[in-house]
């Protein structure tokens, strides 16, 4: 069974730095392209970050780009997020997800269950 397993939310002020990571425990990752998805209360889930099979390949939505950085180490199955000069705007639960194609639709078969990450004023 595919698990993806979130970690590294929490609280934290605006201007700060949070590293989210994604771990798969069902072997998948080397073979798919894994995306970071956010939904704040009230809003649709939406596009954060996406990285490629084999991490050749990335895309950022305009409102992270420049102050998050996707990458993956695909020896521990792992993908992370770093987040950087962060705003009240950036509160959300962010969810990793994979599949096989890099996209910024929610059509990856694999999600985890979410971290929550707050920035406070």
């Known amino acids: 069974q595919v698990q993806l397993v979130e970690s590294g939310g929490g609280l934290v002020q605006a201007g700060g730095s949070l590293r989210l990571a994604c771990a798969d425990s069902?072997?998948?990752?080397?073979?798919?392209?894994v995306a970071w998805f956010r939904q704040a209360p009230g809003r649709k889930r939406e596009f954060v970050s996406g990285i490629s099979s084999p991490g050749d390949d990335t895309d950022y939505a305009d409102s992270v780009k420049g102050r998050f950085t996707i990458s993956r180490d695909n020896a521990k199955r792992t993908v992370f997020l770093q987040m950087t000069s962060l705003k009240l705007e950036d509160t959300a639960v962010y969810y990793c997800?994979?599949?096989?194609?890099?996209?910024?639709?929610?059509?990856?078969?694999?999600w985890g269950q979410g971290t929550q990450v707050t920035v406070s004023s």
């Open positions: 069902g072997r998948i990752f080397s073979r798919n392209a």
């Open positions: 997800a994979a599949g096989p194609i890099l996209s910024r639709t929610n059509t990856y078969a694999y």
